[in-house]
């Protein structure tokens, strides 16, 4: 679970660095080095986690360090998702008031951040690598042998819509009340709301809460996909149409074309919840 955290974060941190290169736009002042940095020790610790997994298993201190290296990885891949989610957010806002469809990379959306956005995230990242500075020097202390043999694959089990437990407390349930209402007031455009947070914090919880609230009555479109790490942008388009279920594409049918247009004509010109 750990092994594929940290690979997300690593490619995720090297395709910014890349728009960074490329098209010669900064984050802010000093961030790219700290992301270049915080991606050579990610690949570095990378190298050494099947041996530190297996003696997870045994070794509580071990374990305990796997869990901070999780958390951290987590916390990144949080703060990756709300900027992806500022630059998705431009866009919308761009197409909505040219009324077209305008495309933008994350890399050529950067200057449509607002400084303070960017300064923001700049701070967040510093934070991470200061966290991720001492797991890599911890990491020294238990010799971890980057020769072991992998363990065998970890499948993440699939979430589902269900709730199948008892929630407590009234901080998450005021959430769920809050984006539901945010959601009715505009129901008519569409919206995109990211639900961020560590590994643990009850981010599944809170949108099965918000997927189930009676508000979202019988003339909505409700729709729950589990999507895998890595995903496969045609894969998760398929499931989305085939668990509408008015028009299905095969199991064994990639091409991405297809199954968007698919997606386009089942929920054109309906009232859809997507988690």
């Known amino acids: 679970m750990t092994d594929a955290v940290v690979s997300q974060v690593v490619e995720r941190v090297a395709a ?13 002042r000093g961030v790219d080095e700290e992301l270049l940095d915080l991606s050579d020790k990610l690949k570095t610790i ?20 796997l869990k901070k290296l999780e958390n951290t990885a987590y916390e990144m891949d949080d703060i990756l998702d709300e900027w992806n989610y500022e630059l998705l957010k431009r866009e919308t806002e761009a197409s909505a008031k040219s009324k077209q469809k305008i495309g ?17 995230t700049g701070k967040k990242i510093e934070s991470v690598k200061a966290k991720l500075d001492q797991i890599f020097q911890e990491k020294d202390v238990y010799k ?14 699939q979430s589902i819509s269900m709730i199948d437990k008892k929630v407590y407390g009234s901080d ?18 569409i919206q995109i709301l990211s639900i961020v947070g560590t590994g643990g914090l009850g981010k599944t919880t809170l949108a099965q809460l918000i ?9 909505w479109l409700k729709i729950w996909v589990c999507v895998s790490d890595p995903f496969v942008e045609a894969v998760v388009a398929r499931d989305i149409v085939n ?10 049918a990639n091409q991405l074309e297809l199954a968007l247009q698919k997606l386009r004509e089942s929920v054109s010109g309906k009232k859809f919840l997507l988690v």
């Open 16 to 28: 910014i660095i890349e728009d960074r290169i490329r098209y010669e736009v900064n984050l802010v």
């Open 46 to 65: 990378k190298n050494v986690l099947d041996d530190a997994e297996s003696r997870g298993v045994k070794e509580k201190s071990v374990k305990g360090w």
């Open 104 to 120: 933008c990379s994350p890399c050529l959306c950067f200057k449509k951040v607002s400084i303070g956005v960017r300064r923001d």
């Open 144 to 157: 971890f042998d980057p020769n072991s043999q992998p363990r065998a694959d970890f499948v993440k089990p």
């Open 172 to 189: 998450i349930k005021m959430k769920k009340n809050e984006i539901v209402s945010k959601l009715m007031l505009d129901a008519a455009n």
């Open 211 to 219: 997927f189930n609230d009676p508000q979202f009555g019988e003339d």
């Open 243 to 252: 668990s509408v279920g008015e028009k299905t594409i095969p199991p064994d």
